[in-house]
Each structure stands twice: as structure tokens, then as C-alpha cells.
């Protein structure tokens, strides 16, 4: 490892082979956490290459317990994290509303590495008990539309670099892997990174791919439809930029999104979500994010008709009798 950090010190990059074997040795648990913080601290100071992404990417999908729901055909909503905004549980939340709406979902969440609240965070406040049993998972789709899967379960290189990644506090490549290392490798996915030149990068590693996709991120630095501002959507056909007004919404503020100094603050804002008692704000934004996740397995439907059903789902408590009928089967 020492060598390689003195390379990448020097500026020099990894080809996808050698980011393949690094990433193999991290999960063996060959390098030390002084090695390891070191190693994320380059990824800060400059942007990861194509060839180093897809090296990460590739280790962690050889390495992961490997789960097969193909015929459900699922959808998963994932920010990559790291955009500084501590914003509550968008993409947990508009995983639901989307179930809600009778598509498959299966959701890849972890802890909170940068934020006050994860996915799993949420999960674990609410009592479910992550699992990976492939029949209980089944289960779990057949009954409300929607699996959960913590990803430090399915991938040990994940859960050797947990608390690294905890201490340190701040973005690293790994928050760029996270989404791209589902073990179900869904067939749709709605993407969200916190700048642009990651949205590039992304869309062209999942033009390699089978996955149908959206990567979206709105221009004020939210790695998801924050309706704070304008947001592109890439998609494999086009980019387009949208702002909340061409949606129907009144553009919202910073503050509207935060989600509390505590795990159990952003629990209640996604609750008070699908309960239906929560801001027009925090409503709005998720109706968003779960309406692009809808077009993304219907593109031939128009963004206001996706609008229509995810607003749906959450006014006549879909969303919500959906999230009952989870817990009932994951506590």
C-alpha cells in the first residue's frame, strides 16, 4: 500500500485491474485504518477516474453475496451521499411511496457516513431487522413490493470500511460505489450525485451496463431533486433541466429539507411523510424523486402522469400501508 499511496501522492492514476486488487486487499483486511483513511483522502483531492470507478465497482460485485430477485424486475432510489446538506431521508422515503404504487423496489442502504441518518439508520429506528435471507426478502416483494437490503451484509469490503469512514466524517469513493454496488444489480435505478462531473462519470460507467437509469442532481449541490433550485436528469438517451416550477411546485428552501441532529429526528420527518402531516416541502421533494423513479421504468409515461401516481400513493396511505405491511414482515 505504501507504494501506492507515494504514486497517488504524485498525482498518478490506477487502472482498473490494480483499483480491482486494492479494493480485494481492503476486504481481506491487508492494509491498517491509517492506510485506508489515507487512500480515501486521495479521492478527495482529485476526481476518480472511469477506469478506477469501474475497477472499485468490479471488486465489490465479485466480492458480494450475491442475491437473485431478477424477476421482479426492481427499481432502487439512491443518493450517493456526501453533499453536505444533512437533509432528511429523501430516497428511503420516496422508496416507499414508489412501492406504494405497486412497482418493485429493492433498496441497498447503509448507515449514515456523512449525515446524521442513513437508510439503515431509519430502518433500525422503526425495529427491522436486516436480513439476508433470499426467502424472507421474497417475501418481502410478494407482500408490499418492496426488500431492504443493509449493505454491509452483502459485501465485506463495506462493513471493513465502516468505521473509517465514520471517524473521518467526510465523502469518499466510496459514496460514489455505494449505488453502484446493489447486489441485485436492479433493473432500473434513479441515481443522485452532489455535482455534475460526477453525474458525467456515472452516466457514461452505467452506459456499460444493462441497468435502465436517470442520474439526477440539482445545481445548488443536493444529490437528489431537491426542489430548492434547478436539477438536471440524464438519462441514456438526454439531459434535461428542469426547475420546480415546470413540475407544478413552489421552490423550496435549505432549511425545509433538514433532517434534525439526530436519527430520530429524520425518522419522524419520514413518518410525518407518509402519515401525511408533513410540510408541503418535504412532501413535495419526495413526490419528486419518486415520480422520476416511476418514468425511469416507464419512460413512455409523461413526468405529470408520474407525478399523478406518486402523489396518489401517498394521499390514499398506499405509501403508508405499504411501510406497515414491511415492518410486519422485517421486525
Known amino acids: 500500500m505504501k507504494d501506492i499511496l507515494y504514486r497517488l501522492f504524485e498525482h498518478q492514476y490506477l487502472g482498473k485491474e490494480e483499483s480491482r486488487q486494492i479494493l480485494q486487499q481492503i476486504a481481506l483486511g491487508k492494509y491498517n ?9 486521495v ?10 470507478l469501474c475497477g472499485f465497482r468490479e471488486a465489490l460485485l465479485e466480492m458480494r ?21 444533512n437533509t432528511f431521508n429523501i430516497s428511503t422515503t420516496a422508496c416507499f411511496v414508489v ?7 429493492v433498496k441497498h442502504g447503509n448507515y449514515g457516513a456523512t449525515s446524521v441518518s442513513g437508510a439503515s439508520n431509519v430502518m433500525e429506528q422503526h425495529g427491522v431487522k436486516f436480513t439476508t435471507d433470499i426467502n424472507r426478502l421474497r417475501q418481502s416483494l410478494d407482500v408490499c413490493h418492496i426488500a431492504y437490503l443493509h449493505a454491509p451484509l452483502f459485501n465485506p469490503a463495506l462493513k ?11 465523502r469518499s469513493f466510496f459514496n460514489m460505489l455505494g449505488p453502484l454496488v446493489n447486489p441485485v444489480i436492479p433493473t432500473y ?12 462519470l456515472y452516466n457514461y460507467t452505467y452506459q456499460e451496463s444493462g441497468t435502465r437509469f436517470a442520474i ?8 437528489e431533486i431537491s426542489l430548492t433550485g434547478e436539477f438536471k436528469l440524464a438519462t441514456p438517451d438526454k439531459e434535461k433541466l428542469y426547475t420546480p416550477e415546470m413540475l407544478g411546485f413552489k421552490r423550496c428552501q435549505e432549511a425545509d429539507l433538514d433532517g434534525g441532529e439526530t436519527a430520530e429526528a429524520a425518522a419522524r420527518i419520514f413518518d ?9 416541502a418535504q412532501t413535495n421533494c419526495v413526490i419528486a424523486n419518486a415520480a422520476f423513479a416511476i418514468q425511469v421504468i416507464h419512460p413512455e409515461k409523461k413526468i405529470e402522469e408520474c407525478l399523478y401516481e406518486a402523489r396518489q400513493s401517498l394521499e390514499s396511505k398506499q405509501a403508508l400501508a405499504t411501510f406497515r405491511k414491511f415492518l410486519s414482515l422485517n421486525q
Open 33 to 41: 485504518d491509517a492506510q485506508i483513511a489515507s487512500l480515501i483522502t
Open 43 to 52: 479521492f478527495l483531492m482529485r476526481n476518480i477516474s472511469v477506469e478506477e
Open 65 to 85: 453475496k450475491p442475491v437473485d430477485l431478477n424477476e421482479y424486475k426492481p427499481i432502487d432510489i439512491v443518493g450517493t451521499g456526501g453533499d453536505g446538506k
Open 99 to 105: 412501492a406504494g404504487a405497486g412497482y418493485n423496489v
Open 160 to 170: 471493513a470500511v465502516a468505521p473509517v469512514r465514520k471517524n473521518l466524517g467526510v
Open 189 to 200: 435505478q434513479l441515481l443522485g450525485v452532489y455535482n455534475l462531473p460526477l453525474l458525467r
Open 216 to 223: 439526477v442532481h440539482s445545481l445548488d449541490g443536493y444529490d
Open 272 to 280: 410525518a411523510i407518509l402519515e401525511g402531516h408533513a410540510t408541503e
